[in-house]
């Protein structure tokens, strides 16, 4: 981190570890092994800084981590996306489940530099969880800017990557795992859609309803639809 994250979570109390940053899934695979080594297999909740659990969520944790610890050992968790000031109900972003909430043993990341995911054993059990994480994603419209002409940059290296013939998912992977179904997809399906901005645009802010959320929704279809051709350029 390079601002005071660590000093505020240190005088509050928490304890801080630092490592060296190559990429999101290096570091989440070094916390977790870090974890291991500290304190056996607890439970493990990643959460971006720009991420907060909704009240229903923490109730929901209390009540159900402890009775049901020997069932599952990895909880899809929703997401509610709240862009630009308003709680998106369309355009294919809000109720998204991902995996968050997991035992420190269940899994490691993919080390990619960008959109990695956790890839679990196969022994491990999934279960689901109705409350919701916050994921408030505009606080400031040039620092949002600025980071998703980074992420597409890092993407667009993950094409080029691509286009030398090194692929990141097999078709077994994408059968039986959904975002690695996604994945594999973009990589094999995407690119040989033409005027793909445009498409992005129109999946979106039509196709998926993005228009009923009103100007927010015609924010987030525009952004997307630049990312898309940022990563193109």
Not at 22 to 35: K, S
Not at 58 to 83: I, K, M, N, P
Not at 187 to 201: D, K, L, S
């Amino acid at each position: 981190s390079s601002d005071s994250t660590g000093e505020i979570a240190a005088a509050a109390g928490a304890d801080v570890w630092a490592n060296t940053f190559r990429n999101w899934g290096a570091q989440r695979n070094w916390a977790l092994d870090r974890i291991q080594a500290e304190f056996g297999d607890p439970w493990v909740l990643f959460l971006d800084a720009d991420e907060r659990l909704s009240s229903e969520l923490v109730h929901e944790l209390d009540a159900r981590l402890g009775a049901e610890a020997s069932r599952y050992d990895a909880y899809l968790v929703q997401h509610t996306l709240v862009f630009a000031g308003r709680a998106l109900r369309f355009g294919g972003f809000t109720g998204t489940q991902l995996i968050r909430l997991f035992r420190s043993s269940a899994g490691r990341h993919e080390e990619r530099p960008v959109n990695d995911h956790l890839v679990l054993s196969r022994s491990s059990r999934v279960g689901r969880i109705k409350g919701r994480i916050i994921h408030r994603d505009v606080d400031d419209w040039e620092r949002y800017i600025a980071k998703q002409n980074w992420y597409s940059t890092l993407e667009a290296r993950e094409v080029l990557k691509r286009e030398t013939g090194i692929r990141s998912v097999t078709f077994r992977e994408a059968i039986s795992n959904p975002p690695m179904r996604r994945r594999w997809l973009r990589e094999r399906v995407w690119p040989a859609i033409p005027a793909r901005p445009m498409v992005r645009f129109m999946q979106i802010y039509v196709l998926s309803g993005g228009l009923f959320d009103g100007y927010p929704g015609l924010c987030i279809a525009t952004m997307q639809a630049w990312a898309e051709m940022c990563v193109e350029l």
